[in-house]
């Protein structure tokens, strides 16, 4: 016995650092975990026991008591470890219809009662303790092999799932255990059943599910957060298309109306009617829905933040105030916002309660609504604030007015010594301009009004944005795939070089916009690869590398794809700094080609 404290000692030093690891961290609170602490516990606890009775047994005389206590000690730690053991195999492999954790207890006790009654008896060598035998010894050797009978069982019966990972402590039992056990039928002194259960338990501690869980926590707030974005995305492009389709509709009508009309006055009326509602289109598609035109560069980046949930809700409660009881006030907001904005806070809110008073002063009854909406790209977030009233409204002439003014009209304005004054449309056009944003009004006479500021902020980094720049470096770091970012306006040729480059084990990021590449790089990407298409509706390849090359230490290779009509100039566009040509009529010899170059 005092032959193998060599083996035991060595084995309670690595228990512990598995203790100081799994227990100084949160864990999943699951019963997997539950029986795993069990385990490790009575581990620990076993070999402490062991440790001090081949300590005792090295004392010659006196102790026969307290040694005869520990040594019956030890049989109970074998017998509580293998119950254990079993109890992890039972519930990995039995799902449903499992003993009741009271079964069990009862089960236990009655094993560790007959293990602590049953005779056990020590073997002396000049006073000296080598092992010990007995009742009590064959009866634990008959329990662990009953047990492990029934986890083979149980494993067997779980057959699907025999190639699972949770299955390698078992495996590891019944292998090292055969041997252990042929050694200690042959040199029954040596104790390395409980080194051997330890090894066990520490294999046992890299097989469990076991997430970090302040990971999971973010993942988890991450999940809630892209589904109240989802959420709030579906109902702004439905509200938007909605938006769309009015307009639209209203220009075929009256177009349908003047087929037939010799009235000039009324053709007169009627093409501002169309001019109107085609200012209104051009509008939401290019000031609101267009990500492509989303741009840092174009931003006016002010020192001070805010909170924009804040903002929007102090407005809300000071308009509310206001009301009359006739009018219902509505108020909505996407549950996305940035938590802190960069921008001028002061002339934001200025504006918007300009808009809302507008809007109060031309409403006797109805309703009036603020609405704001949000598109986040990049670290940029565009607001895309509506205010709607059932007032009397504005006549298509002063509509035209407001919309019509250009920078001259709008440097004549004077907004000087104005903070905290309401200002009329005119007025607020112009502040939202100095803020970089736009301002949008339709109107009908008798029906209401519907004012949209679309204005672009740049979003301060937060405790949340870090948290996820960080899992994104540890994503890449995990990877070591051809990181490749891949822009082409044709949506068929983009996936199609996607789908390619992905069955070639490459991380593809695709895009139709080659701003999309601009942004992505200027917030610090990593690609070892950049395609672009030279034939793009917005960017084109050229532009887009020029913009990429003005960025201090950027040394991506960026391959332009072009038609064969432009291959007699392929070595102009390696002059410009693209680092090769890639003809589209061979796309998938090229792009191996290319692979294998970069």
């Given amino acids: 016995m005092n032959s193998s404290i060599a083996f035991s000692i060595c084995s309670l030093f690595y228990v512990i650092l598995i203790m100081i690891m799994y227990f100084s961290k949160e864990r999943l609170k699951n019963d997997e975990n539950k029986i795993y602490s069990i385990l490790v516990i009575t581990t620990f606890i076993g070999l402490s026991v062991e440790v001090i009775s081949t300590a005792l047994s090295l004392m010659t005389t006196g102790l026969v008591f307290v040694k005869m206590i520990f040594y019956r000690l030890i049989m109970l730690y074998f017998v509580s470890w293998i119950f254990v053991f079993f109890t992890y195999i039972y519930y990995i492999s039995k799902k449903h219809r499992r003993i009741s954790s009271r079964g069990l207890?009862?089960?236990?006790?009655?094993?560790?009662?007959?293990?602590?009654?049953?005779?056990?008896?020590?073997?002396?060598?000049n006073n000296i303790v080598q092992y010990t035998y007995g009742p009590s010894v064959n009866f634990a050797y008959l329990i662990s092999g009953v047990f492990i009978i029934i986890c083979i069982g149980l494993m067997i019966y779980n057959y699907k799932h025999i190639k699972s990972k949770k299955y390698i402590p078992?495996?590891?039992?019944?292998?090292?255990?055969?041997?252990?056990?042929?050694?200690?039928?042959?040199?029954?002194?040596?104790?390395?059943?409980?080194?051997?259960?330890?090894?066990?338990?520490?294999?046992?501690?890299?097989?469990?599910?076991?997430?970090?869980?302040?990971?999971?926590?973010?993942?988890?707030?991450?999940?809630?957060?892209?589904?109240?974005?989802?959420?709030?995305?579906?109902?702004f492009l439905f509200r938007m298309t909605q938006d769309i389709k009015k307009p639209i509709k209203n220009m075929i009508d009256v177009s349908d109306n003047l087929k037939?009309?010799?009235?000039?006055?009324?053709?007169?009326?009627?093409?501002?009617?169309?001019?109107?509602?085609?200012?209104?289109?051009?509008?939401?598609?290019?000031?609101?829905?267009?990500?492509?035109?989303m741009n840092t560069r174009r931003l006016k980046i002010y020192d001070s933040r805010y909170n924009p949930v804040n903002l929007f809700k102090e407005v809300e409660y000071r308009f509310r105030e206001s009301i009359d009881k006739n009018i219902k006030f509505h108020f909505s907001m996407s549950n996305n916002m940035p938590e802190y904005l960069y921008g001028d806070s002061i002339k934001l809110k200025q504006s918007i309660s300009s808009i809302l008073k507008k809007a109060l002063d031309k409403t006797e009854k109805g309703s009036i609504e603020l609405d704001v909406s949000d598109i986040i790209k990049y670290g940029i977030c565009r607001l895309i604030i509506t205010i709607t009233d059932t007032g009397c409204g504005i006549s298509i002439d002063e509509v035209n007015k407001i919309l019509s003014l250009n920078s001259e009209d709008l440097a004549n304005i004077d907004l000087r010594d104005r903070d905290g004054e309401y200002l009329?449309?005119?007025?607020?056009?112009?502040?939202?301009?100095?803020?970089?944003?736009?301002?949008?009004?339709?109107?009908?006479?008798?029906?209401?009004?519907?004012?949209?500021?679309?204005?672009?902020?740049?979003?301060?980094?937060?405790?949340?944005?870090?948290?996820?720049?960080?899992?994104?470096?540890?994503?890449?770091?995990?990877?070591?795939?051809?990181?490749?970012?891949?822009?082409?306006?044709?949506?068929?040729?983009?996936?199609?070089?996607?789908?390619?480059?992905?069955?070639?084990?490459?991380?593809?990021?695709?895009?139709?916009?080659?701003?999309?590449?601009?942004?992505?790089?200027?917030?610090?990407?990593?690609y070892d690869l950049i395609l672009l298409d030279d034939d793009t509706?917005?960017?084109?390849?050229?532009?887009?590398?020029?913009?990429?090359?003005?960025?201090?230490?950027?040394?991506?290779?960026?391959?332009?794809?072009?038609?064969?009509?432009?291959?007699?100039?392929?070595?102009?566009?390696?002059?410009?700094?693209?680092?090769?040509?890639?003809?589209?009529?061979?796309?998938?010899?090229?792009?191996?080609?290319?692979?294998?170059?970069?």
């Fill in 170 to 235: 078992l495996f590891a039992f019944m292998g090292i255990g055969v041997l252990v056990a042929l050694v200690q039928a042959i040199c029954p002194n040596l104790l390395l059943m409980s080194s051997m259960e330890a090894f066990v338990t520490m294999l046992m501690y890299f097989t469990i599910e076991n997430p970090d869980v302040q990971i999971m926590e973010e993942l988890y707030k991450n999940k809630k957060l892209i589904e109240k974005s989802n959420e709030d995305t579906s109902n």
């Fill in 537 to 598: 509706s917005t960017y084109s390849a050229l532009e887009v590398l020029k913009e990429l090359k003005e960025k201090t230490n950027f040394k991506i290779p960026v391959v332009v794809m072009i038609d064969d009509g432009k291959e007699f100039i392929k070595l102009h566009y390696l002059q410009d700094g693209f680092a090769d040509c890639i003809l589209k009529s061979k796309l998938e010899s090229e792009l191996e080609r290319i692979l294998k170059r970069f």
């Fill in 105 to 125: 207890l009862v089960l236990y006790l009655i094993i560790a009662l007959v293990t602590l009654v049953l005779p056990l008896y020590m073997k002396s060598s």
């Fill in 260 to 293: 037939f009309s010799d009235n000039i006055n009324e053709l007169k009326d009627g093409m501002k009617f169309i001019n109107n509602n085609s200012r209104d289109l051009d509008y939401l598609i290019n000031d609101a829905l267009d990500v492509s035109a």
């Fill in 424 to 526: 009329n449309l005119r007025e607020v056009k112009k502040m939202i301009s100095l803020l970089g944003g736009n301002l949008m009004v339709k109107s009908e006479v008798g029906k209401g009004t519907v004012v949209t500021i679309v204005l672009e902020q740049k979003i301060v980094e937060t405790r949340q944005t870090t948290i996820s720049k960080k899992l994104e470096a540890y994503e890449q770091s995990l990877y070591h795939n051809k990181k490749i970012m891949v822009v082409d306006d044709d949506a068929k040729e983009l996936a199609m070089i996607t789908t390619w480059l992905e069955n070639h084990d490459a991380v593809v990021n695709g895009s139709l916009f080659g701003r999309d590449c601009i942004e992505k790089i200027a917030s610090n990407m990593k």
